[in-house]
């Protein structure tokens, strides 16, 4: 139940939320989010780790950087978890700020995309983004 618990109240936060819905598909990484929930670095990073204390993401290094991706469905704490992704998704399908974040992070990727790799690479040091092949297909939302 303590589980279950932790999960409920990780995604009591409208910003955590925001962030669950922008890691489907994909893992970011924390500079992306931060610019996406125009929220200071520590506040998001303290988002994230509340997020991932309660399993529900898990973070990957890549060299020096961190990227953050839910956690797939067979590393899940609790058999709820899934049912619980599965309600946020089709309760919000409709939300205005959820369709105002995925314009958004779009627009950031295709942003850091269309800077190429020097640009991408003197800017922000490392990739906004890594796409997760096939996370549709095992139903993580």
Same mark, same amino acid.
């Given at each position: +139940?303590?589980?279950?618990?932790?999960?409920? !109240?990780?995604?009591?936060?409208?910003?955590?939320?925001?962030?669950?819905?922008?890691?489907?598909? *994909?893992?970011?990484?924390?500079?992306?989010?931060?610019?996406?929930?125009?929220?200071?670095?520590?506040?998001?990073?303290?988002?994230?780790?509340?997020?991932?204390?309660?399993?529900?993401?898990?973070?990957?290094?890549?060299? !020096?950087?961190?990227?953050?991706?839910?956690? +797939?469905?067979?590393?899940?704490?609790?058999?709820?978890?899934?049912?619980?992704?599965?309600? +946020?998704?089709?309760?919000?399908?409709?939300?205005?700020?959820?369709?105002?974040?995925?314009? +958004?992070?779009?627009?950031?990727?295709?942003?850091?995309?269309?800077?190429?790799?020097?640009? *991408?690479?003197?800017?922000?040091?490392?990739?906004?983004?890594?796409?997760?092949?096939?996370?549709?297909?095992?139903?993580?939302?």
């Amino acid at each position: +139940m303590f589980d279950f618990l932790t999960a409920i !109240k990780a995604i009591s936060d409208e910003n955590r939320v925001r962030i669950l819905m922008a890691l489907k598909g *994909k893992e970011l990484c924390v500079c992306t989010l931060t610019e996406l929930l125009n929220l200071a670095p520590s506040t998001t990073s303290k988002h994230l780790a509340i997020l991932k204390q309660a399993r529900l993401i898990e973070s990957v290094k890549d060299g !020096k950087f961190v990227y953050y991706r839910l956690t +797939m469905p067979e590393s899940r704490n609790h058999p709820m978890v899934e049912p619980l992704f599965r309600m +946020m998704d089709g309760m919000l399908a409709d939300s205005p700020q959820l369709a105002a974040d995925a314009a +958004m992070l779009r627009a950031i990727i295709d942003r850091g995309e269309q800077a190429g790799p020097e640009a *991408k690479a003197a800017s922000t040091g490392h990739r906004l983004y890594r796409h997760v092949p096939g996370i549709h297909a095992i139903g993580v939302f």
